[in-house]
């Protein structure tokens, strides 16, 4: 669901608060483009990095393995 909403980049609802305690971590993001069914570009990662902030979360991982 989350990765969905992150994903979905067409008139996204704007936010006045954030949807995420300050000290959430999203230990499973799937940003990095290109790999598992993450990202389709890196545009779209950017984009997800953003709608990632307008949300409140601010910390990370992205524990993929190359």
Known sequence: MLLDLLKST????????SVFDEKYIDIHSHILPFLDDG???FDQ???MLCRMKELGIRNFLSSHLM
Do not use: F, H, R, V
């Open 39 to 41: 990202a389709n570009s």
């Open 10 to 17: 067409i008139n996204p609802p704007k936010l006045t608060t």
């Open 45 to 47: 990662a950017i984009e």
